[in-house]
């Protein structure tokens, strides 16, 4: 019976080390779903941690705290951000037409890719196609900026990385049409060196750009930057954006081309980016215990089972 129980337990282990790479995986999700982000300064609460909105100008830093840290425009302007926007899965946040300084969304200092693999992913609608705007960015203010940037100048979306030690690397591509919702995904990979930009579930088309020669980056380099994971804006306080963003998330680990095509395709279907990775990643709970009681039944039918048995030795 000894043989049976090892195999139990090693099934176990398995499925908890299993599990709990789900669990690392993702380190930050906001599925924007929450109706209480209204006008003014709110919260709104993620997997895990929350962000704060930002209305009006007040500090050098997103995420900076003090008095004048989080303003609020008068009750009668449209530049405030707001929830409950129709998303592309369930609800959106609003990032209006109207623009002013220092008006986006502040994770505050957290989530830095450093010398690891990471992929940030989101869908988003860009009210027009017309100048600069920062989709979500750690740093990376401009091309000699330390940290990524995911971002559309005109017509164009691109996703870029600055380390620390200098390396450059980025990808783009066109985006067809606005006030449509598309899915964008940045994936730093450390054992490819490389970092991939991805539209709609595929990979961009062209490499480099926006100052960098090419998109690979060094398994080294460390893409640090000290200041505010944000949304909607650049951490000095402008190309704010005009449009909705939905289902952002952030892994600790890069996220292969399929699983990406898989989340775009899970978002048309109404499933958001955790309802995607879980359910491709770890089977469902019957499955495992199926699938254990039927290894565990097998080793008990080869113990006892039919057929010759060898000598017995005590």
């Known amino acids: 019976m000894r043989p049976t129980v090892l195999t139990t337990l090693a099934l176990a282990a398995v499925i908890a080390a299993l599990a709990a790479q789900v669990d690392a995986a993702m380190v930050l999700h906001s599925t924007m779903d929450n109706s209480d982000v209204g006008a003014g300064a709110g919260t709104d609460s993620t997997q895990n941690g929350t962000f704060q909105v930002r209305d009006s100008a007040g ?5 900076t705290a003090g008095a004048n840290a989080f303003g609020t425009p008068a009750a009668t302007s449209s530049a405030h951000i707001t929830s409950g926007a129709t998303g592309r899965i369930g609800q959106a946040l609003a990032f209006p037409s109207e623009k002013t300084d220092d008006r986006g ?8 890719p450093g010398t690891g693999s990471y992929t940030v992913a989101l869908w988003f609608d860009a009210l027009d196609l017309l100048g600069n705007e920062i989709i979500a960015a750690k740093g990376n203010d401009d091309s000699n900026g330390y940290g990524w940037s995911i971002f559309t100048s005109d017509a164009t979306l691109g996703v ?14 066109t985006i067809v049409n606005a006030s449509v919702f598309h899915h964008i995904a940045m994936v730093i990979d450390r054992d490819a060196n490389k970092l991939f930009g991805y539209l709609d579930g595929a990979l ?15 398994s080294a380099a460390d893409v640090t930057s000290p200041v505010s994971l944000v949304l909607g ?13 939905d289902d952002f998330a952030i892994f600790d680990e890069p996220l292969s081309a399929s699983t990406i095509a898989d989340i775009y395709q899970g978002g048309l279907d ?7 990775t879980q359910s491709d990643t770890v089977p469902v709970p019957a ?9 565990v039944g097998l080793q008990l039918v080869r113990r006892r089972g039919a057929g010759p048995a060898g000598p017995r030795v005590d």
């Not at 870029?160 to 591509?173: C, H, N, Q, V």
């Not at 109404?270 to 995607?276: F, K, M, N």
């Open 59 to 63: 500090s050098a830093e997103n995420g």
């Open 105 to 112: 969304v502040s994770y505050g200092d957290v989530w830095n």
């Open 160 to 173: 870029r990385a600055r380390a620390l030690t200098g390396e450059k690397a980025g990808m783009s591509d």
């Open 204 to 218: 961009m088309a062209n490499v480099g750009g926006f100052g960098a020669a090419g998109n690979t980056l060094p």
């Open 233 to 245: 804006l650049r951490s000095r306080n402008d190309f704010e954006l005009q449009g909705l963003i």
């Open 270 to 276: 109404g499933r958001d980016v955790a309802q995607v």
């Open 287 to 295: 499955t495992w215990a199926l699938a254990t009681l039927g290894l």
